[in-house]
């Protein structure tokens, strides 16, 4: 009477709704699969490196109209 699915719920909450998600690939093409799995680990890794750019902290840029004394640079 019961099956196993994988299922998914949209809305957090008592009274979320779920969802059954299909897990086994819908075509049989092992070309497009492994093109599908290429773009996935690149997406992941280009969400890894806009949040270590959005997380990285840039040094303030020298004022060059402050105090001469305080804004040296050695050459």
Known sequence: MWIGHDVQSIF????SSY???CTAPLLENTEL???VQQALAQASLDDVE???RNNMIVPAV???LAD???NISII
């Open 50 to 52: 806009e949040t270590r």
């Open 12 to 15: 957090p909450g008592p009274s």
């Open 68 to 70: 001469p004394w305080t």
């Open 33 to 35: 699969d492994d093109l």
């Open 19 to 21: 969802f059954p998600v």
């Open 62 to 64: 020298a004022n060059e």
